[in-house]
Structure formats: C-alpha cells, structure tokens
C-alpha cells in the first residue's frame, strides 16, 4: 500500500472527541434532486445512504 492509501485510511480524530473511521469526506454539492420548492427528497436519502455504505468517513451537507 503506498504511503498516501496508508494516511487515507487511518482514523481522524477530531477535536470534539468523535473519531472519523478513515481521511475520505465528500462536500455537499449541487445534485440537482431538491423539488421544486428547494427541499430534499427520497432520492436525498437514497443516494448519502449509498454514500455512507461506500465507506466515506465524513458527509458534509
């Protein structure tokens, strides 16, 4: 494993006490599913769910 695999999936210990499982986060971002209105949808739920099952140790919405 190369250096950099090795630092992405070591734990972050975070200054609040929490601890992230591994470095890998992914931003919120413009998806486009919100309904008309601006709110989030089934498909909202859906897709971060998948997001967290992939291992990603930080959603940020």
Do not use: F
Not at 5 to 17: D, E
Not at 23 to 51: F, I
Request: glycine share 14%; charged share 15%.
């Amino acid at each position: 494993m190369t250096p950099t695999a090795i630092q992405l999936n070591t734990p972050l210990p975070l200054p609040c006490g929490a601890t992230l499982p591994n470095r890998l986060g992914k931003s919120a971002m413009t998806e486009g599913c919100a309904d008309a209105q601006g709110r989030a949808t089934e498909y909202h739920e859906r897709v971060y769910r998948l997001w967290g099952q992939g291992g990603t140790g930080l959603l940020m919405t």
